[in-house]
């Protein structure tokens, strides 16, 4: 009888194959160096300190906590063969903005979910089971976003769902993430709102629950980071132009609340209509008194709005993060955004990861992102939204971890996925979390990882001045923000 | 800037986006007029128009060049659909309605195509990049040339209808197709150069603010509405009506979007045109009102 990892076998030699595959990976995981470089690799039942400063109130916290060596280190042995994959696979859904408003964003954000589930596939899958891809375009709309999460669970029987750059659509999903018992991981949504919120402020609480996790930043983290930079180098008094819905008006609150911790003044708020197509009007609204244009916009609009404000006559300053020309080339852009301060998530240039300390995991995954040293998707050509294609990449590996170390088995399972996630999650700069060391936090399940200050130079392009640790961009999680307390 | 600047140049938008809402709009009221078609699918000509004009600049770099190309590739377009489709179902109001609706759907949805457009917005890098700088604020030079380009659109339009014997034949089909008829004029043809010259307008129309707005396969709606406003506003078959409806349209539109919100510029006006519809239904001008 000839025996194969695909064909028919009798059952006792199938186990038999399972029990010496998960062997293997055990013993490779437990072993030390190999493929996956050996700093990157933590050993199983190792003690990592992280400390964690709270930020505002200035609180430092020293936390130890036991890391345990997550199955996505798996470090191959060159020559040793992993076996493929087999069994019912385990479906990840990615509601995805493939068109509409958030498209340029969509698209990056989807080669970097697929490379993700391809790369997880080589490793031998989850639990030695296929992982299956599923991406449905939600149009940029918060009606089909939620119509295509429904069909993710109901109808393609995914497990977990990668959610919406768009806060709007994020927002409207939440309550289904909770109705039908889905880990629904943002990758883009960066509304404060959804993670905690401000209590007891109307039109910023909380919108968040506990089967939502956020690894990537948001708009309190950027603006924690971002705003020494926007009060103490750029100006004091500042114009606010903002996409008017969730994720804009979030920043206007929050930079406005920084404002009054520097001694600044916003000196007028200017929300712009979603799908406005013409921001000269907008525009001609910045009041004189105005010394620098905090624009909160994003996709191809960015190009149009930076434009409008150039025909204007403008010519002060403009203080922003990454989000309104992430996905942008920016060199026809240069003569407007030269000598800009910004914030990014993940450096656009590799120039800058390296600068900053990132090692050969951010080449890996830029390689299996076809991502350049630029930014650049290949050989499409296209800019990738560099600052929100990494979640895409991470969520994957999180859910990898989580699965293969709770024992779970399928969808009725999920609750051991929240609590696992929900556990002060360690995540360790590897190849499976290229952005760095950082952590998933309990109560408000928000992620705090490095940023970096950078600046645009005369060509558009943007070049990394600082790398900011977790302790320069955590905040304090909203009072009485508990999701862990949540009833699953 | 300053109120009076924020006002003066709300003014000169509303003046440029005026003259630019004229063009499309007078290519549905010659269409209407003279073939009484209403044209659902005006605004994917505009968006094509665009499209076609994002593509000349992609390729060859000039802008100047697209608007021409813009312009014959539409009348073509505008033939087809005519000699195809429409002119089964001409006369019948109620059936170039649907029938245009349904072009406007494919054509749309067509663009859409990865391989002809696709969902993503595009904008090209300002093909003018000066800006007309005087004392107390600043304009775009691309506006301001895209605006002076509309006033030629308009001019050439009614030197052509008013000058010319083929501009009197379609005035004359506006005024009474069978007697045009019974003179020994082609209507027929007359009827296919008119769709083609009303397509033809509205595709250099959307070349005019591929610099200005973002370029997608969802613009056409959003002129189709403003070129609906205009038309029922200043008359149905009016070509004065169309153009002092126009300017009225972008300016409340311009002003009302800087002074107080776009929303409100919109609610205002919605407002006018119920109010036309319901003490003055024939528009400024009325239908044939010259």
């Not at chain 1, 697929?114 to 997880?120: G, I, K």
């Not at chain 1, 390296?354 to 890996?364: I, L, R």
């Not at chain 2, 994917?44 to 608007?67: C, H, K, P, R």
Request: contains cysteine.
């Amino acid at each position: 009888m000839k025996y194969s990892l695909t064909s028919e076998k009798p059952a006792e030699r199938r186990n038999f194959l399972k029990y010496a595959a998960t062997a293997i990976v055990c013993g490779v995981v437990a072993g030390v160096g190999g493929y996956f470089g050996g700093a990157a690799a933590v050993p199983a039942g190792v003690e990592t300190t992280v400390t964690k400063t709270i930020g505002g109130a200035g609180e430092t916290v020293t936390a130890t906590k036991t890391v345990t060596g997550p199955a996505t280190t798996v470090t191959k042995t060159v020559g040793e063969e992993i076996p493929a994959p087999e069994g019912a696979p385990i479906k990840l859904g990615y509601q995805n903005d493939l068109t509409g408003m958030l498209d340029l964003f969509g698209r990056s954000q989807d080669v970097g979910f697929h490379s993700a589930v391809d790369y997880v596939n080589e490793l031998g899958g989850i639990d030695g089971r296929p992982v299956e891809a599923i991406t449905e375009d939600t149009e940029g709309k918060a009606d089909i976003g939620m119509e295509k999460f429904r069909k993710m669970v109901l109808e393609d029987g995914c497990v977990a769902i990668m959610g919406s750059t768009s806060s709007g659509i994020v927002t409207a999903s939440l309550p289904l993430a909770k109705e039908f018992k889905i880990p629904y991981l943002s990758v883009g949504a960066m509304s404060h709102r959804l993670t905690g919120g401000t209590p007891g402020r109307e039109g910023f609480t909380d919108v968040g629950n506990r089967w939502h996790f956020r690894l990537v930043s948001q708009v309190a983290t950027q603006v924690a980071g971002y705003k020494e930079y926007g009060f103490e180098h750029i100006g004091k008094k500042w114009s606010t132009m903002y996409w008017d819905y969730s994720w804009g008006q979030s920043h206007d609150y929050m930079w406005t609340e920084a404002a009054d911790e520097y001694g600044g003044e916003i000196v007028s708020h200017i929300p712009i209509p979603l799908g406005t197509a013409d921001f000269y009007p907008y525009a001609a609204k910045i009041p004189p008194e105005a010394e620098a244009v905090y624009p909160v916009l994003l996709g191809a609009a960015s190009i149009g709005y930076l434009t409008s404000i150039h025909e204007s006559g403008y010519d002060r300053e403009l203080g922003f993060v990454i989000c309104l020309l992430d996905g942008i080339e920016a060199e026809t852009l240069a003569e407007i955004v030269e000598g800009c301060w910004t914030i990014e998530y993940y450096p656009r240039e590799l120039e800058g990861c390296k600068a900053t300390g990132m090692g050969p995991e951010t080449d890996f995954y830029r390689e299996r992102c076809r991502i350049d040293e630029h930014g650049f998707i290949q050989p499409e050509g296209w800019m990738a939204t560099n600052s929100h294609t990494w979640p895409a990449w991470e969520n994957v590996f999180m859910m990898k971890e989580a699965i293969e170390n709770t024992g779970w088995k399928s969808a009725a399972d999920n609750e051991l996925i929240i609590k696992y996630l929900e556990d002060d999650l360690m995540l360790k700069r590897s190849k499976a979390y290229p952005l760095g060391d950082g952590w998933l936090r309990k109560e408000d399940h928000q992620g705090l990882f490095p940023h970096w200050i950078s600046k645009l130079d005369s060509n558009g392009r943007v070049e990394v001045v600082e790398k900011l640790p977790v302790s320069k961009i955590a905040y304090p999680v909203p009072k009485g923000v508990d999701y862990s307390t949540q009833e699953l | 800037m300053v109120a009076s600047a924020v006002i003066a140049s709300g003014i000169l938008n509303g003046v440029v986006w005026g003259l630019i809402i004229i063009v499309i709009s007078l290519g549905m009221c010659l269409i209407l007029g003279l073939m009484e078609i209403v044209n659902m699918a005006h605004g994917e000509f505009y968006m094509a128009g665009a499209v076609v004009s994002f593509y000349i600049v992609q390729w060859t770099g000039n802008w100047w060049l697209s608007l021409p190309i813009a312009f014959a590739v539409l009348a073509v377009m505008g033939l087809g659909w005519e000699r195809g489709v429409l002119k089964h179902v001409e006369g019948d109001v109620i059936r170039t309605i649907i029938v245009t609706f349904g072009m406007s759907l494919i054509i749309m949805y067509t663009a859409h195509l990865n391989i002809v457009f696709g969902a993503t917005s595009y904008r090209i890098p300002n093909p003018v990049p000066f800006n007309i700088v005087l004392p107390w604020f600043t304009y775009s030079g691309f506006r301001t040339v895209s605006g002076i380009i509309a006033v030629a659109i308009l001019v050439a339009l009614l030197l052509f209808l008013f000058k010319t014997k083929f501009g009197l034949w379609i005035r004359a089909g506006r005024t009474d197709k069978e007697m045009t008829s019974a003179m020994g004029i082609d209507i027929g043809k007359v009827s296919v150069a008119t769709f083609m010259i009303g397509s033809a307008i509205a595709g250099i129309a959307g070349a005019l603010v591929v610099s200005v707005a973002a370029v997608n396969t969802y613009m056409g709606m959003e002129a189709l509405v403003y070129a609906f406003l205009v038309v029922i506003i200043g008359g149905l078959g009016s070509l004065k009506g169309t153009v002092i409806a126009g300017f009225i349209v972008a300016m409340v539109d311009s002003l009302g979007g800087i002074l107080l919100t776009p929303l409100w510029a919109k609610v205002i006006l919605l407002s006018i045109l119920i109010a036309i519809l319901v003490f003055r239904p024939k528009g400024i001008y009325g239908v044939w009102g010259e």
